[in-house]
């Protein structure tokens, strides 16, 4: 009876100590998320002001009616990137992912391996010929350049991912579409992708998240005109006076869609982040 | 049901008339493969290919026509160049730290999180929320608003219980982005640990308890050696991530106060001192680290590849 009692009131007590680490983990979010919704004069102090009014000024600031560089082309263009990416990401995965679990290619392990590898290379090791490839054919701060690094950045993620989600769809169900006479696109669209969907749906998530967060790519290959969102938030590194609001009204509107499509992901999240090999 | 049954029986010989030639079939089998491929090997092979071959030559970018072919000699200047060297440790310390902090961290978190208590998807996702800021803003909120020695929050609640007010950054450079990246990458081990404790076999943890097995016990020789994986899977990838990090250095203290990993370097030798052949001979050797950790890497995502595809 006495033992009971202890493991719940030591469970009770876990349970404490777990939201305890919860709230500490969250902490600087919230404080930048209220710091984003104070004055500026409030934003700087020392001992913090908790009670201080709240006011959009950091919002308004941000968003370039205070007189600063408008953030809308560079959020356009994170858009752009990291959408269009993970479009091309899916349209050259999903086949890839196709003939690597339902109609496997010979050593297709190797193949998915080979895929793997790459995500290992370091960035920094191909930044430099691309950057001087760029140069020559004039593709410096274009953001179609982006767009392929992006692609190739998520496409080994992406084949992954999908590998193991196709590798679900009962193999019975595509023999009998194939000898219903289905051709491959058909089946991809009306037999595949329907079991595979939440699989896919996550892996493109994921991928958005990468690129969205993307700098070194961004912060070499573009300048003025192909600025990305987090290239514009380098703007902020260093201090200018009075800007503590501005700068976290910035960083929380640039990781809002990173906030929405992980926590959209939540479930495949693991499964994504660890190449496939966890789920 | 019979038609399922039947029909590939019937299907079989009309469909191997119609096959041209088996060599024709495995194109076809293959061409689902080809673009993803050939893109890869085009964006991501010959990049590199290309950085190996001008990390040959003595190449300033703003001296185009003094290039010449150097042999070894950029590798010898990087691995005698007392700066480089620094940030070869550099990134060795920033990574064995981040990714151990964060891994115990990490599994301390696992273990809270795997018990049932009220709100528990609730702190959940408190725990993710980290992970899923920008790195940049990541960076910039540590910077700005928790580190600022005049009005940060860390030494704004220092202030309250009349501590000292130190200038974080200047004082623990290194230290200082280690946290910021400990606490990003935290949640990330969190997930994959949690994950790896709830594939343990439940049948066997609930024999053990039946035996008279300690919550010690348990954890010491059924859950650990089962995390083992989990935890070496967790440490590489999370080391590639790292290895590579760029975002945090940049962000936090612009590779100033002796915190310049090899990223961070071979950025700036050649986006500020034009050193082509210097910052390819620099990324080369970055290349060489990653494949060490790469190759042990693969191996363990191939283990638990391979018992996922027997278990299937």
Excluded at chain 1, 101 to 114: E, Q
Excluded at chain 1, 196 to 219: D, Q, Y
Aim: charged share 10%; aromatic share 10%.
């Amino acid at each position: 009876m006495s033992t009971t009692i202890l493991r719940i009131r030591r469970g009770t007590g876990l349970g404490l100590v777990a939201w305890l680490a919860g709230i500490v983990f969250f902490l600087p979010l919230a404080w930048m998320a209220l710091t984003s919704f104070h004055s500026e004069t409030d934003a700087g102090t020392n001992p913090p002001s908790f009670t201080a009014s709240l006011t959009l000024d950091g919002y308004r600031e941000f968003f370039g009616t205070g007189g600063g560089a408008s953030p809308w082309p560079a959020l356009i263009n994170s858009t752009v990137a990291s959408v269009v990416s993970t479009v091309c990401v899916l349209l050259l995965a999903l086949p890839a992912a196709y003939a690597l679990s339902i109609r496997p290619v010979k050593k297709w392990t190797d193949v998915l391996f080979f895929f793997l590898s790459t995500k290992m290379l370091p960035v920094v090791a191909g930044l430099l010929p691309i950057y001087l490839f760029a140069k020559n054919a004039g593709m410096l701060d274009n953001i179609w350049l982006l767009v392929i690094l992006y692609t190739s950045m998520n496409l080994p993620i992406a084949v992954w991912m999908m590998q193991s989600f196709l590798a679900e769809v009962p193999i019975a169900v595509i023999e009998a579409a194939r000898v219903d006479g289905a051709r491959l696109p058909t089946i991809l669209a009306r037999v595949v992708a329907p079991i595979a969907l939440p699989g896919i749906a996550a892996t493109a998530l994921i991928c958005f998240i990468f690129s969205w967060n993307e700098l070194l790519f961004a912060r070499v290959l573009t300048g003025v005109v192909a600025e990305t969102a987090p290239v514009f938030l380098t703007g902020f590194i260093t201090s200018q006076g009075l800007f503590l609001a501005k700068v976290c009204a910035a960083s929380l509107v640039i990781s809002l869609p990173v906030l929405a499509a992980g926590f959209a992901a939540q479930d495949k999240l693991v499964q994504g982040l660890s190449l496939g090999a966890v789920k | 049901m019979t038609a399922t049954t039947t029909a590939p029986l019937t299907a079989t010989p009309v469909r191997t008339m119609k096959q041209p030639s088996a060599r024709l079939r495995a194109w076809a089998t293959r061409g689902p493969l080809l673009p993803a491929l050939v893109f890869m090997i085009v964006v991501t092979q010959l990049p590199f290919v290309a950085t190996l071959v001008i990390s040959f030559f003595d190449w300033n970018a703003l001296y185009p026509k003094a290039r010449r072919f150097t042999g070894l000699d950029n590798y010898r200047q990087v691995l005698t160049d007392a700066d480089l060297r620094h940030s070869v440790w550099t990134t060795v310390l920033l990574t064995v730290a981040v990714v151990l902090a964060s891994l115990v961290l990490g599994l301390a978190l696992a273990l809270l999180l795997d018990r049932r208590f009220r709100g528990r998807g609730v702190v959940r996702t408190l725990l993710i929320a980290p992970f899923l800021v920008v790195p940049v803003a990541a960076a910039l909120l540590w910077k700005h608003v928790l580190y600022n020695p005049e009005y940060g929050l860390f030494n704004g609640l220092l202030h309250y219980v009349g501590g000292p007010q130190p200038d974080w950054i200047s004082h623990t450079p290194l230290l200082a982005v280690e946290a910021s990246l400990v606490w990003q990458w935290t949640p990330f081990m969190m997930l994959i640990l949690l994950a790896g404790l709830q594939s343990r076999d439940q049948q066997q943890m609930e024999a053990a308890r039946v035996d008279g097995a300690s919550g010690w016990q348990i954890f010491r020789y059924l859950t650990l050696p089962h995390l083992r994986r989990y935890l070496e899977l967790g440490a590489l990838l999370g080391s590639i991530y790292i290895v590579q990090n760029f975002d945090a250095v940049f962000t936090i203290t612009s590779g100033g106060l002796g915190t310049a990993n090899l990223p961070y370097t071979v950025y700036q030798s050649f986006y500020q001192a034009h050193e082509n052949g210097l910052a390819s001979a620099a990324g080369v050797l970055v290349v060489i680290g990653s494949i060490v950790i790469a190759t042990f890497a693969l191996r363990v995502v191939s283990s638990l590849f391979r018992e996922e595809v027997s278990r299937a």
